[in-house]
């Protein structure tokens, strides 16, 4: 039978919940366990692919297409189980359904309301989509006691009645600060965010406290006094340095002893964990460090472009090399001359991304790389910038442009119009629906024979994930081709182009997808692994 771990969190956001569930889902994996890890949001946007990255941070794509919170690539890379749309629910979606209803007359006669019909579509979410999990980790977005998380408390305050204690468990994670004028750590605003919890009648069984600081045993004793719960519930966690310490860390203070001693499972047996040791090992003991330039928009919050970040570091576990991130700002390569700064880096990325603000920077910056035989790598909008520079300085077709920033001469990139997805002919035109109508999720590309990236893959058929309304227009290829930007990589049907590399280059290439949302730390992305190689190669050249 699944049994449920709800992870709650208090005292101030950004406290790293879906890092938490993440780690103890890989925990209870090197146990032998089944889990699944899910995140229910409660804001109100049907899903956060219509959020502006500065708003929410990446938007994380699944297989199945679903644009998700970024929590979800942190349970993917620390469990290795790829998410699905049934694994991300937020208020917008619940009430979008619980509308319908309405509407089609299911509650014919009935007066609808948050409890029991919002809470039961919650419920519902939790349970759904599982076959033999022995867990589900679920973790409730924002923090207790904003006015809109209360429904989602309430139903998992109810799920939890429902199942019982042996079946589900509440962790909720709060903030120990350390006030630096008293010389103290503060236990304070644990104690009322488990108040606020205990107010909507959920008890939590275990508290996590995020700390700068060990916090010492009488401080523990202190919190568990005030939370009606053991001390040995009261788990500390410290700021690490890389979060794939986290789960080596949570199992040394007992997390996930603890978790198994309330469903009353076995807890005797010692825990393999060499594959997150290794991973912890080859972080802080490189061998070199190389320096990657990533060329965005949104390259003031972190979060944008967090599996990028992670797949980047794991490009550097596969090479044994530290990879130091430079952000950089693309419009400031709009100044004459500006990209001339770029001389010092390894190697140049440049992401995915929407609209034309910052676009000419990126453009300049692809041919930056390409004349200075810097490895350049091009994401989505990457390499849809890069093909546009091939096509005006290789090509000569000057007027070559992308129709997201509006009509142009040469639409060398153009909006996806009609795809193909299994045996569902996609539709789009100019004018609809902005949200879930991308290109979206996992689709096939084949990838020609003796070219780069197939040498890459090892393989001649892949499957990557997408997320863009715009494509490279295949027009273009014979062209494009002629000039030397090679299309290696394209839908079975052979109409999207998927994957260009630029021949005589020591690694050019742009990708259609995002590779970096299936990286994992011990299973580095073949194209990243290849591009921090490059990376190490151009270092040695400097
Ligand atoms: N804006 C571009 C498109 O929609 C690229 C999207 C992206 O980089 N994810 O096609």
Same mark, same amino acid.
């Given at each position: 039978?699944?049994?449920? %771990?709800?992870f +709650?969190? /208090?005292?101030?956001? #950004? !406290?790293?919940?879906?890092?938490s569930?993440?780690? &103890? *889902?890989?925990? $209870?994996?090197?146990?032998?366990?089944?889990?699944?890890?899910?995140?229910?949001?409660?804001?109100?946007?049907v899903?956060?692919?219509?959020?502006?990255?500065?708003?929410?941070?990446?938007?994380?794509?699944?297989?199945?297409?679903?644009?998700?919170?970024?929590?979800?690539?942190?349970?993917?890379?620390?469990?290795?189980?790829?998410?699905r749309?049934?694994?991300?629910?937020?208020t917008?979606?619940?009430?979008?359904?619980?509308?319908?209803?309405?509407?089609?007359?299911?509650?014919?006669?009935?007066?609808?309301?948050?409890?029991?019909?919002?809470?039961?579509?919650?419920?519902?979410?939790?349970?759904?989509?599982?076959?033999?999990?022995?867990?589900?980790?679920?973790? %409730?977005?924002? +923090?207790? /006691?904003?006015?809109? #998380? !209360?429904?989602?408390l309430?139903?998992?305050?109810? &799920? *939890?009645?429902? $199942?019982?204690?042996?079946?589900?468990?509440?962790?909720?994670?709060?903030?120990?600060?350390?006030?630096a004028?008293?010389?103290?750590?503060?236990?304070?605003?644990?104690?009322h965010?488990?108040?606020?919890?205990?107010?909507?009648?959920?008890?939590?069984?275990?508290?996590?406290?995020?700390?700068?600081r060990?916090?010492?045993?009488?401080?523990?004793?202190?919190?568990?006094?005030?939370?009606n719960?053991?001390?040995?519930?009261?788990?500390?966690?410290?700021?690490?340095?890389?979060?794939?310490?986290?789960?080596?860390?949570?199992?040394?203070?007992?997390?996930?002893?603890?978790?198994?001693?309330?469903?009353?499972?076995?807890?005797?047996?010692?825990?393999?964990?060499?594959?997150?040791?290794?991973?912890?090992?080859?972080?802080?003991?490189?061998?070199?460090?190389?320096?990657?330039?990533i060329?965005?928009?949104?390259?003031?919050?972190?979060?944008?472009?967090?599996?990028?970040?992670?797949?980047?570091?794991?490009?550097?576990?596969?090479?044994?090399?530290?990879?130091?991130?430079?952000?950089?700002?693309?419009?400031?390569?709009?100044?004459?001359?500006?990209?001339?700064?770029?001389?010092?880096?390894?190697?140049?990325?440049?992401?995915?991304?929407?609209?034309?603000?910052?676009?000419?920077?990126?453009?300049?910056?692809?041919?930056?790389?390409?004349?200075?035989?810097?490895?350049?790598f091009?994401?989505?909008f990457?390499m849809?910038?890069?093909?546009?520079?091939?096509?005006?300085?290789l090509?000569g077709?000057?007027?070559?442009?992308?129709?997201?920033?509006?009509?142009?001469?040469?639409?060398?990139?153009?909006?996806?119009?009609?795809?193909?997805?299994g045996?569902?002919?996609?539709?789009r035109r100019?004018?609809g629906?902005?949200?879930?109508?991308?290109?979206l999720?996992a689709?096939?590309?084949?990838?020609?024979?003796?070219?780069?990236?197939?040498?890459?893959?090892?393989?001649?058929?892949?499957?990557?994930?997408?997320?863009?309304?715009?494509?490279?227009?295949?027009?273009?290829r014979?062209?494009?081709?002629?000039?030397?930007?090679?299309?290696?990589?394209?839908?079975?049907?052979?109409e999207?182009?998927?994957?260009?590399?630029?021949?005589?280059?020591?690694?050019?290439?742009?990708?259609?997808?995002?590779?970096?949302?299936?990286?994992?730390?011990?299973?580095?992305?073949?194209?990243?692994?290849?591009f921090?190689a490059?990376?190490?190669?151009?270092?040695?050249?400097?």
């Amino acid at each position: 039978m699944t049994k449920f %771990i709800f992870f +709650t969190g /208090g005292v101030v956001s #950004s !406290l790293g919940k879906g890092l938490s569930a993440a780690a &103890l *889902g890989a925990l $209870l994996q090197a146990r032998g366990y089944r889990v699944r890890v899910r995140k229910l949001d409660p804001y109100l946007n049907v899903d956060p692919g219509t959020m502006s990255p500065f708003e929410h941070g990446e938007v994380f794509v699944t297989d199945d297409g679903a644009e998700t919170d970024l929590d979800l690539g942190h349970y993917e890379r620390f469990t290795g189980e790829s998410a699905r749309q049934s694994d991300n629910v937020t208020t917008g979606r619940i009430y979008s359904e619980v509308l319908a209803k309405e509407r089609r007359g299911d509650f014919l006669g009935g007066t609808v309301q948050v409890i029991p019909h919002v809470t039961d579509a919650i419920k519902n979410f939790a349970i759904a989509d599982l076959k033999d999990e022995d867990f589900v980790l679920c973790e %409730i977005g924002g +923090t207790v /006691g904003d006015i809109e #998380s !209360l429904p989602f408390l309430e139903a998992i305050r109810q &799920l *939890g009645n429902q $199942l019982g204690p042996q079946r589900s468990m509440f962790i909720h994670l709060t903030l120990v600060p350390y006030l630096a004028a008293a010389g103290e750590l503060k236990t304070k605003p644990t104690q009322h965010s488990v108040k606020e919890l205990q107010r909507v009648g959920i008890q939590p069984d275990m508290v996590v406290c995020r700390c700068e600081r060990p916090i010492p045993a009488d401080q523990r004793k202190k919190i568990s006094l005030f939370c009606n719960i053991e001390s040995s519930a009261v788990i500390q966690a410290l700021d690490v340095d890389t979060i794939y310490q986290v789960p080596l860390e949570y199992h040394e203070h007992g997390f996930d002893n603890q978790v198994l001693r309330h469903f009353a499972l076995p807890t005797g047996d010692k825990l393999d964990l060499s594959r997150w040791q290794n991973i912890v090992k080859r972080i802080r003991e490189p061998e070199g460090e190389v320096n990657v330039a990533i060329i965005g928009k949104y390259v003031g919050l972190k979060d944008a472009y967090k599996s990028l970040a992670e797949a980047l570091v794991h490009g550097g576990i596969a090479n044994r090399s530290r990879v130091k991130l430079n952000w950089l700002e693309s419009e400031i390569f709009e100044e004459e001359g500006a990209v001339g700064s770029l001389v010092d880096v390894d190697a140049i990325l440049v992401p995915g991304g929407f609209g034309e603000r910052g676009a000419q920077g990126k453009i300049q910056a692809a041919r930056f790389a390409r004349e200075h035989q810097v490895p350049y790598f091009g994401i989505c909008f990457g390499m849809q910038m890069a093909v546009i520079e091939a096509a005006r300085s290789l090509a000569g077709i000057q007027g070559a442009g992308s129709t997201e920033f509006g009509p142009c001469e040469d639409p060398v990139v153009g909006l996806l119009t009609e795809w193909q997805q299994g045996n569902v002919t996609q539709r789009r035109r100019a004018g609809g629906n902005l949200g879930g109508t991308m290109r979206l999720g996992a689709y096939p590309a084949t990838l020609a024979q003796d070219s780069r990236v197939a040498e890459i893959y090892q393989c001649h058929e892949i499957s990557e994930r997408h997320r863009h309304r715009y494509e490279v227009n295949i027009n273009y290829r014979e062209l494009l081709e002629a000039a030397g930007l090679r299309f290696s990589g394209l839908s079975p049907d052979g109409e999207l182009p998927e994957m260009v590399e630029l021949e005589g280059h020591p690694w050019f290439i742009g990708v259609q997808f995002h590779p970096e949302l299936k990286s994992r730390p011990f299973e580095p992305h073949p194209l990243f692994t290849s591009f921090i190689a490059a990376a190490i190669d151009q270092s040695r050249l400097v």
